[in-house]
């Protein structure tokens, strides 16, 4: 299981490396940087100055590994447009974008679960077809425009939640509900198939056979094996909004990483959009990596091999 | 005779896709007694029993002139009275010791939960009582065993535990659906000695379902032989040893060759064919189509016919 | 084998919508790029205020929105359709080799599919039309390139378990060339799973492409994006709720209408191999 786990971490490095490269090498796609950056007014010893400033003028390995060697060192260079440290913008920033992607993932988890698990114990009933239909509705959905629709609804016909910023907790539901969808569909069907499965199997014949309770049955014995495959989905799908949590941020107007991201993107603000990349992207392998220890916890046979 | 512990009369039970599983047997078992329930799979047997504990899969429907278990009529409970006797007063233990326990949890917590559910005892004194009871059933260390997780533990292992949890409660009946079909068969004679030894110290009333003819010979007091949903021919394990009457019982024992049916050196107990899967409003004897003796009156309504007071076949060979 | 009621609405759903693209010139009653900026933010023909000559209205350039919403199926759909045929060329290619060559290659092909799984899907896709500049080219590039992953996992293993089959043991011992054996033997086995892939695949894409416009980096204006159109009307949505409403429900309709015939064919194929 160690040996396991180490080599999991060893391939989750490799991946933030090569991905610390795509960030780069994306920057540099536009060609001439300076020149996006002195933008269009810019003179031509406007973007002398800036590529010697920036350091634009030295060769790309040499800026890159310039970068790269800065970055480990959790110092992710200076933002053309706050003029301040990038690592300062993401401190800042970040809480709001992770307690977004956790509310999400809670209602998500909280609603999808439930369903699935009701959806496999009536598994063919009108019951499980409308929850199944529900789930395909939801996976057609565009967020942003659900997101629209839901700030029109509650936040100006209804006025129960606050429709953009976060002054206080409840500005994140509406967010959190627009994420969730997002995930409750996949989860939703893993639940359903993995209690379908979970509840056929000999040993749910066994705890029936012992008298117990239908709680115990479906929760403790069924739901713990049939959780594996959600967790390692769970994780995944948190990793996948907090990527996606660049369209809510700019809908609510939530001042997270993403708003940061969709910002610099089009300020042309690259050491900012090169950290955002490079930061989710090690979030989601770090997720990845939890999930398939927490599975070590869940299964004992895992644990042991 | 006392009254049975278990008392079955006119037992059906039908899966949704109209499939007639079990036709209206009829069985008694009573206190210290093994009852061998006996025929090839997908005779019925199976669902017979998951019948008297009510654990059948959603859309098969059972019903029962009587089905009386002590003094329960086990036909008028609720799920959630049902849910009370299972694993208290009737436990059962299956065929697939690999699958029957769940893999994410420890043999002591899978054994205490049913203390604590029934007894209402706590974590600490149904551990105790687990510990006990896995002595009992011959697994040494069990302060270990409590401890592990079902993939630790052999297949002879996990039915011994599967026994001791059956037994947490000390029920009157005990149903042992194929409990040694899986194992090897050296361990098979072990777990069969090990309930022989736990049925006389604790009288219980044992229920036996196999397919195997020797087991009936070692273990049963009364056998039941099942074909295609029925009961066809039901006595003492004496008396039907030593006197088998319907041609299925013969041809399962293989006593008696049966002419121009049985190839020379094939072996012994063999019966060309399989069980044939009935519907609703099924006539007559189902073993026709593989009976060397099959005449026409076996299309007919077939009626118990007593061999002996206390052997009974369901035969038109045995009416008088 | 039975076709699900459900399957038939996803067949009906994008069968029409799919009509209504190729037909959009005929279909659309104005050019869906004409001003008029005499009649702007007309609504709907049912509501109070509306033109019996704008059946959906006009949005604020007072352009026809129902010749925008016909002409805004083809966007969608071509985005759909390109934006599949490049992820799942690469997608195909790289599984279909990892699957079937195993060893270090399939090491490769895994390790290229966890990379591709890291790196933020919208935050990248941005970034590169934001660099490049905005057009319908760039949008299908960006999202091909982006998009392979599902299809690369699903031909993996489905390569995995074809590969082990008799007729390519057969083919392998009649000296067939490796191109042979995976272009004629290996592709038309696992064609059905990747076919269903490809639906989910499309009404990712369109949903992304969607959201891409509505960021302002996705299809250029003037183009009727459904998207966009829920970008521009955004400004309005408070007092005139149907500049949204309008294309979010198609955009909907659509997605919707694709994965009920991804679904459809999953079943189908289910019991197909039952």
Known sequence: MLGFLFRRAVLALLVCLTVLVVAFSLTRLSGDLAVSIGGPNATSEDIATIRKNYGLDRPLPVQFFDWAANAASGDLGRSYLYHAPVSGLIKERLPITLALGMSGLTIALLTAIPLGIVSAMREGSVLDRVIGLVALLGQAMPSFWLGLVLVIWFGLKLQWLPISGIDTWDGFILPGIVLAFSAIPALLRLTRAGMIEALSSDYIRTARAKGLSTASIVLKHALRNAAMPVVSVAAVQLGFMLGGSIVIETVFALHGIGYLAWESISKNDFPVVQAVVLLLAMIYTALTLVADMMNAVLDPRLRAG | ?320 | MRVSPSTWLGILVVGAIVLVALAADRLAPWDPFAQDLMQRMVPPRWMEGGSPAHWLGTDQLGRDYLSRLVFGSRISLLIGVLTVVTSGLIGITLGVVGGYFGGRTDDVVMFAISCRLAIPLILVALTVVALIGSSLTVVVLTLGLLLWERFAVVARTTTMQVRNLEYIAAAQAAGASIRHILLREVLPNILPHLVVVATLEMALAILLEAALSFLGLGVPPPLPSWGLMIAEGKDYMFFSPWVIMVPGVALFVLVFGINLLGDGLRDLLGTARR
């Open chain 2, 1 to 320: 005779m006392t009254k049975p512990v278990l008392d079955i009369v006119n037992l059906r039970t039908g899966f949704s896709d109209g499939t007639a599983a079990v036709r209206g047997i009829s069985l008694q078992v009573a206190r210290g007694e093994t009852h061998c329930l006996v025929g090839e799979s997908g005779c019925g047997k199976s669902v017979s029993a998951l019948s008297v504990m009510n654990l059948l899969p959603r859309g098969a429907r059972r019903s029962a002139d009587v089905m009386r278990f002590q003094d329960h009529d086990l036909t008028r409970l609720s799920e959630r009275d049902m849910a009370r006797l299972r694993g208290d007063k009737m436990a059962m233990i299956f065929q697939e010791p690999m699958t029957s326990l769940n893999p994410a949890y420890t043999i002591g917590s899978q054994m205490a939960e049913v203390y604590e559910r029934h007894r209402g005892a706590s974590r600490a004194a149904a551990l105790d009582r687990a510990a006990q009871l896995l002595s009992r059933v011959g697994i040494t260390a069990p302060g270990l065993r409590l401890a592990q997780y079902p993939h630790q533990l052999s297949g002879g292992l996990r039915q011994r535990v599967m026994i001791a949890m059956a037994l947490m409660c000390e029920p009157e009946l005990l149903i042992a659906d194929e409990p040694t079909t899986a194992l090897d068969v050296t361990v098979q004679a072990q777990i069969l000695r090990l309930l022989q030894a736990l049925q006389a110290e604790l009288g219980l009333a044992l229920l036996l379902i196999t397919h195997d003819l020797g087991i009936v010979a070692r273990m049963a007091q009364r056998v039941s032989v099942m074909y295609a949903g029925e009961v066809v021919e039901h006595g003492s394990a004496a008396a039907l040893f030593a006197a088998p009457t319907h041609p299925y019982t013969r041809g399962l024992l293989g006593c008696i060759p049966i002419p121009g049916k049985t190839p020379r050196d094939e072996p012994l107990g063999s019966i060309p064919g399989t069980v044939p899967r009935i519907g609703q409003g099924f006539a007559g004897c189902a073993f026709r189509d593989r009976c060397a003796h099959a005449a026409p009156a076996c299309g007919g309504t077939i009626p118990d016919q007593a061999v002996t007071p206390a052997h009974t076949v369901r035969c038109t060979m045995a009416l008088p």
